[in-house]
């Protein structure tokens, strides 16, 4: 017996077994039986039928988004490890019964629809699929969904939204119901959109999707006046932030961090892979020595970005031939590395998302520049006075010229509280 999940959306849904769709297809027979009992039954039939209309609607309704949530769950499970594909999960129904259900497990491996498909073999013909995107079309490192579906004869395919890769964006729908297929677009799901934020962000501006990450205390702070930052937050929320590095295609840390705190830059308190590690360093006066670099050669998962000077060619050669990527960038006036260009560097490397850790400094140099994405925030019960302040000068005189932000969701973690924001502007 297949169970309702746990939602995202609306707290836990009801235990029990997925309910069996109850709209059925009538045929032209129950048609005209329909129209007799309307005709010989008067006003009084006709209003029952209506409202056995409406009940029927909002089971199938129902229905739909139980599986989809349950595709939205399969989803989950391969993120940190598709990236740059979306994540995908699928579940097909005959009958009222799931039949096969599938995700995307790894980047070049089989998608989701091709997963379920396999699962539910002979029992997919006449069947519905419920996808968390609309199915790929094109010739990748696997052939397209759509033809896979097409030949197990789908009868009905459910999406809940969009692919805007413009390599499929409308066309693998449009495949689908030449072939006969019905399909249904349900994009009034948040969770959906929210799964692959960062694909869609990546896909429309080529710039990967940015969260900065920060443990602060009540009044702010990112350290002490001696830069002491360990422990601002508890266990409960640093294993948390290292399931937010898992999650991410990349991690990145100025020059300062770099120096001040050593960090290795790993997935470590929870199991997942680690994320790429860019480390800024505008002359290579930090990163040699580093335990990131020290990690960076023997996995080849760290990648340097620096001025685009030439004095610095024999440091970065170097750094490569141990197995370090080094990556030039263009120097601002104020002697920081020019992000934007970075991040379009990165976005081109297949980057999809970066969850940047620190320091202060390039805190401030993303919030200037518009480049934050997303605020992750620990929040501690502490009070530290003078301090390291999470950011420093943004130009802000006045309080309505402050940044706005909306929160999107909040969490007791231990004792601290973890904030997820987003720009005003973006609000989702």
């Given at each position: 017996m297949v169970k309702a999940h746990e939602s995202a959306e609306g707290g836990a849904d009801r235990a029990g077994e997925i309910p069996a769709?109850?709209?059925?297809?009538?045929?032209?027979?129950?048609?005209?039986?329909?129209?007799?009992?309307?005709?010989?039954?008067?006003?009084?039939?006709?209003?029952?039928?209506?409202?056995?209309?409406?009940?029927?609607?909002?089971t199938m309704q129902r229905d739909t988004r139980v599986y989809l949530r349950r595709a939205l769950q399969l989803a989950e499970k391969g993120r940190g490890w598709v990236s740059p594909n979306p994540l995908?999960?699928?579940?097909?129904?005959?009958?009222?019964?799931?039949v096969g259900e599938g995700y995307h497990a790894e980047f070049g491996g089989a998608h989701a629809e091709i997963v379920a498909l396999r699962q539910a073999g002979d029992r997919a013909r006449d069947s519905t699929l419920y996808v968390t995107l609309e199915p790929c079309c094109h010739y990748g490192k696997t052939p397209p969904c759509t033809d896979a579906i097409i030949r197990a004869g789908v009868r009905k395919v459910v999406v809940?939204?969009?692919?805007?890769?413009?390599?499929?964006?409308?066309?693998g729908l449009a495949a689908l119901r030449?072939?006969?297929?019905?399909?249904?677009?349900?994009?009034?799901?948040?969770?959906?959109?929210?799964?692959?934020?960062?694909?869609?962000?990546?896909?429309?501006?080529?710039?990967?999707?940015?969260?900065l990450k920060a443990a602060i205390t009540l009044d702010g702070k990112i350290a002490t006046v001696t830069g002491s930052s360990k422990w601002i937050t508890s266990e409960p929320a640093r294993r948390l932030a290292h399931r937010l590095r898992a999650e991410h295609d990349a991690i990145l840390v100025g020059r300062?961090?770099?120096?001040?705190?050593d960090p290795e830059l790993t997935v470590r308190h929870v199991s997942g892979p680690n994320p790429i590690r860019i480390l800024l360093d505008e002359d290579l006066g930090a990163v040699g020595a580093s335990r990131a670099a020290q990690v960076g050669r023997a996995?080849?998962?760290?990648?340097?970005?620096t001025a685009a000077d030439p004095k610095l060619n024999a440091?970065?050669?170097?750094l490569e031939r141990a197995g370090i990527?080094?990556?030039?960038?263009?120097?601002?006036?104020?002697?920081?590395?020019?992000?934007?260009?970075?991040?379009?560097?990165?976005?081109?490397?297949?980057?999809?998302?970066?969850?940047?850790?620190?320091?202060?400094?390039?805190?401030?140099?993303?919030?200037?520049?518009?480049?934050?994405?997303?605020?992750?925030?620990?929040?501690?019960?502490?009070?530290?006075?003078?301090?390291l302040s999470l950011a420093g000068d943004l130009g802000i005189e006045e309080m309505d010229e402050a940044m706005r932000f909306v929160l999107q969701e909040v969490r007791r973690v231990g004792p601290d509280l973890f904030l997820r924001l987003v720009p005003a502007e973006a609000k989702e």
């Open positions: 769709p109850t709209v059925k297809v009538r045929t032209g027979e129950d048609q005209e039986k329909t129209r007799l009992s309307q005709r010989d039954g008067g006003p009084d039939c006709a209003q029952g039928l209506f409202f056995y209309h409406l009940w029927h609607t909002g995908v999960g699928a579940v097909i129904v005959r009958d009222g019964q799931i809940a939204g969009i692919d805007p890769n413009p390599l499929v964006n409308g066309k030449r072939a006969g297929i019905e399909v249904e677009v349900v994009d009034t799901m948040p969770r959906a959109q929210r799964l692959n934020r960062g694909y869609f962000h990546w896909i429309r501006t080529g710039l990967p999707f940015v969260t300062g961090t770099l120096a001040k705190d996995d080849g998962k760290t990648l340097v970005l440091a970065a050669q170097e990527r080094v990556e030039r960038v263009a120097l601002r006036e104020d002697g920081l590395l020019d992000m934007r260009e970075a991040f379009g560097l990165l976005g081109r490397r297949g980057i999809t998302s970066i969850l940047v850790e620190g320091g202060s400094r390039v805190f401030t140099s993303l919030l200037c520049d518009g480049l934050v994405n997303e605020l992750a925030i620990f929040l501690a019960p502490k009070i530290c006075g003078t301090g």
